[in-house]
């Protein structure tokens, strides 16, 4: 298959173009062959035009000085007016094109990620990282062999204790927050900023006053509009590093410090700002016209502190998930599922940072993902929503959770609101509208390990040998929350829609997951005079199979017959309006029946928004042909 993670059938149409009526929308769609080339390749970017045509931009397998690129022209109707095939000089295509990830065919380098150890102490690992680009995917494959660890020490011969870590792949550096540590002895009174090169060049870049000692509560890069299409390995974001006093000092426990640094490791910003409650998990920080966001739930206990609240918020790593899983011995399960179904052996693509670890030892520390899941199951008491900009926190609110269910409206399609119960939820996205409110979507889920997923789901794939219990697939998502809030942070309405998936499951085969397994993703799109927004959602409907004969030649010349299954979830739309002036919710509809289509979202780029027009962008399973849906959302 060409296709990637998340697959979507909008729908098949054998005839060049349909006009279809459902719920209120107009909908368009056309479809189109692709040449040979194009569909070995990947869609690298969808451009729109002020006129209201647009480019469809697809990146060709290419040499290391150039690189073939085919576009595609259409107009507001989806009517294909002109292909255009060209060739780059690299760099200047690097420039001209964010889609393009491309830096030669094969990329070894050594490597080293930062952590802790049991005791505090920063330690860091060498590892060699050997990068293969896969055209289909549109990134690196990448194998990681873990090598020795050392001691991460500063220009005197210190130690440090381990306060935060962010890797710039770009740079091929780790920016790094630590208290000096020697003779058994921590200096809490301040932290140094370092950057620790792939080389093991340490460079001390700044000293932070502190006073007392600070713990890390919030460690990301920030996201954007660009997130969801560029990663931060190929685009790194601005750091942001929030801290908060450490139980037993002296500091005010909600009084929390905030960082904001570049990926160059040069501090922007740094300031201390008081959260309603030291209890504040912060999910995510969203920048747009140069204000940061931060949005998350809280737990109001008074006197206490982060950690006491919370626990550990923040991995003593700079490994992410999928690297820390490699450190256990082999690929993990994900990887071995996401490369099948994409088609790449077991391997990943660059979604994911690494795989396949040959030799190390196991990572002390745990996941971000295991942290997550740990605090998934506290019971938070708000929802809180600040502002940070010109070096100060703008404002600060938070919103109870019995108040967020006391504003919750409903479609007529469902007999009442759906109820929060504050735990066990998962964001899927946050917006600003042009009137500066924001949208947060959310969805909530129940544990059943009783259905889908395990080791039964993992042990389809022929070959993997885990231990992995599948925690992925014991999740059974249903409740779908959007949090409409004022430009300066209160709740205004709660919008919340029931998706009920229980019953599909995959066609065609038995899957051992059903359709609810998966969390669905959810964005919104402004009407054009700004009082109601297109609510769209991206929801798993259906599981695919696909089996792969493969012949395996032994060592004695022998020939072994092995077959490989995978499964992949299929992606449909479900679309309604939510009008921000009355607080009323419409019905929500499904764009398109999955089960008999055969076209399926592309991964990234799979949406544009020109005047009132909304495209939709699907390709066949091979990648030969393109379906563009238009959706006039204004209706």
């Known amino acids: 298959m060409k296709l990637k993670k998340s697959l979507f059938a909008i729908c098949i149409f054998s005839c060049t173009a349909i006009t279809a009526q459902q719920a209120g929308f107009n909908v368009l769609e056309k479809d189109y062959d692709i040449s040979r080339k194009a569909k070995k390749g990947y869609l690298g970017g969808i451009e729109g035009k002020d006129n209201g045509t647009f480019d469809m931009i697809y990146f060709l397998p290419s040499s290391k000085k150039k690189v073939k690129i085919e576009t595609y022209s259409f107009d507001k109707e989806a009517n294909l007016v002109n292909t255009v095939k060209d060739e780059w000089e690299i760099e200047k295509a690097r420039k001209r094109y964010k889609g393009l990830t491309y830096k030669g065919d094969l990329l070894i380098n050594k490597a080293i990620s930062v952590s802790s150890n049991m005791m505090g102490k920063m330690v860091y690992k060498n590892r060699e990282v050997t990068a293969k680009y896969n ?16 001691k991460l ?10 306060g935060g870590a962010y890797e710039v792949e770009k740079d091929s550096a780790i920016l790094v927050i ?27 870049l700044e000293s932070i006053n502190t006073t007392y000692q600070l713990r890390p509560v919030f460690s990301k890069p920030l996201l954007d509009d660009d997130s969801k299409n560029i990663e931060n390995d190929d685009l790194p974001r601005d750091w942001i590093h929030i801290m908060s006093p450490a139980k037993g000092t002296a500091g005010t426990p909600n009084e929390m410090t905030y960082f904001r640094i570049s990926p160059e490791g040069k501090i922007k ?34 006197g206490k502190s982060t950690e006491e609240i919370l626990g550990s918020v923040v991995a003593a790593t700079s490994m992410d998930n999928e690297e820390i899983e490699q450190t256990k011995g082999g690929s993990s399960a994900a990887e071995n599922i996401i490369g099948k179904v994409s088609g790449l052996g077991g391997l990943i693509s660059a979604a994911k940072k690494t795989v396949n670890v040959v030799s190390g030892k196991e990572e002390m520390m745990p996941s971000q993902d295991a942290l997550d899941a740990i605090m998934d199951e506290k019971k938070y008491t708000d929802f809180i929503v600040c502002k940070m900009s010109g070096g100060k926190a703008v404002f600060v609110n938070a919103t109870p959770i019995t108040e967020l269910n006391q504003k919750a409206v409903s479609g007529p399609d469902m007999k009442k609101p759906l109820e929060f119960d504050g735990k066990k939820f998962k964001t899927n996205n946050f917006q600003i509208l042009n009137d500066g409110s924001m949208l947060l979507s959310f969805q909530d889920f129940k544990k059943n390990n009783s259905r889908g997923g395990g080791n039964k789901f993992l042990n389809t794939l022929a070959g993997v040998q885990t231990s992995s219990s599948g925690k992925s697939y014991d999740r059974i998502y249903q409740g779908l929350y959007m949090l409409h809030f004022s430009p300066d942070g209160h709740l205004n309405k709660n919008y919340t829609v029931l998706l009920d998936q229980k019953n599909k499951k ?5 899957s051992p997951m059903t359709a609810d397994n998966f969390s669905a993703t959810s964005y919104i799109i402004q009407s054009k005079d700004g009082k109601s927004v297109n609510w769209i959602m991206e929801m798993v409907t259906a599981i695919d199979v696909n089996k792969k004969k493969n012949k395996i030649k032994n060592i004695k010349k022998t ?30 509809r499904t764009l398109g029946d999955l089960e008999k289509k055969k076209y399926y979202l592309y991964e990234k780029y799979n949406r544009i928004q020109l005047g009132d027009y909304t495209y939709f962008f699907s390709e066949t399973p091979k990648g030969d042909r393109v379906l563009i849906s238009r959706i006039d959302l204004n209706q």
């Open 178 to 204: 630590g208290y000096p540590y020697s003779k058994e002895k921590a200096d809490f009174s301040k932290m140094d900023l370092l950057k620790v090169n792939n080389d093991g060049k340490i460079t001390n």
């Open 269 to 302: 910003e740094n300031f201390k700002f008081v959260a309603p409650t030291a209890g504040y998990r912060i999910i995510n920080a969203y920048e747009k016209n140069g204000e940061v966001i931060l949005y998350g739930l809280g737990i109001k206990k008074d």
């Open 153 to 162: 020490v500063n220009e005197n011969g210190d130690e440090y204790l381990f």
């Open 135 to 150: 055209w289909l995917a549109g990134g690196y494959v990448k194998k990681v062999k873990m090598l020795d660890k050392q």
């Open 559 to 588: 020939t072994t017959n092995t077959t490989t299954t995978s499964y992949a979830p299929f992606y449909s739309i479900e679309y309604g309006k939510l009008d921000l002036q009355s607080g009323i919710s419409s019905e929500f």
């Open 506 to 510: 995959g066609f065609f085969n038995n």
